[in-house]
């Protein structure tokens, strides 16, 4: 095999020679593949992919900023970029990088902490955005729901899109969350069945079953 591809060319490889080496990618990853992974500079969007997936499992100091990284890692498959590499242009049908997605680990299989083949899929960044927790920045209250303290009652709301979404306030804060969790499920299908066509079956199905749990 050539040691030098273009992108065009490395997005319609179906398999890879492979190399002997030792981990040496985020202290864990092999960079086993027989070719270059830089074009002009930069890193292919596949193996950008991997060292970033790497960095939430094995970067401590990403772990500390982060604490929504702590538990987690990657399967053993995906330790050799050349397994990742194969995985990852047959996961998007050898299609090049897919544009506005993002690599997701728990949608088909929630609160999943592995990245893996089984487990992980692409997704559009609004569907990983709206289903992500936001346990850090709302403190006590149950999800979606924060004091407002002009009026003293209780904001039931969620972002979309980067924009808020207000649904109503409240006297008490499970009123507030009862309501946010009619509102957010029905906004995460609509958004499913918007992507249907570009979410692998087993995401939309587990997105069109979501469930808003007051603490998660």
Same mark, same amino acid.
């Given at each position: 095999?050539?040691? +030098?591809?273009?992108? #065009?060319? %490395?997005?319609?490889?179906? @398999? ?6 030792? *981990? $040496? ?22 193996? +950008?992919?991997?060292? #970033?997936? %790497?960095?939430?499992?094995? @970067? ?6 982060? *604490? $929504? ?148």
């Amino acid at each position: 095999m050539k040691l +030098a591809f273009s992108q #065009d060319e %490395l997005d319609k490889l179906v @398999s890879v020679d492979r190399l002997v080496v030792e *981990p $040496t990618v985020a202290g864990s990853g092999r960079n086993d593949v027989n070719f270059r992974v830089k074009i002009d500079g930069k890193h292919i969007w596949q193996y +950008a992919t991997w060292i #970033d997936l %790497l960095k939430r499992c094995f @970067s401590e100091r990403l772990k500390t900023r982060r *604490p $929504t990284y702590k538990d987690v890692t990657c399967c053993d498959e995906w330790l050799s970029f050349a397994n990742f590499f194969e995985w990852v242009n047959r996961e998007v049908d050898y299609k090049g990088r897919p544009i506005g997605m993002a690599l997701d680990k728990d949608i088909i299989v929630r609160g999943n902490k592995v990245y893996s083949p089984s487990t992980c899929t692409f997704v559009p960044e609004v569907v990983n955005s709206l289903v992500s927790d936001s346990k850090s920045a709302r403190g006590v209250l149950p999800v979606g729901v924060h004091l407002d303290s002009f009026s003293g009652k209780y904001v039931a709301q969620f972002s979309f899109f980067g924009k808020s979404k207000h649904i109503g306030y409240y006297a008490d804060p499970k009123e507030a969350f009862a309501a946010y969790k009619i509102a957010k499920e029905a906004q995460i299908r609509v958004v499913a069945s918007q992507y249907k066509a570009v979410l692998k079956k087993e995401a939309h199905d587990a997105l069109m079953r979501w469930e808003i749990f007051e603490n998660a």
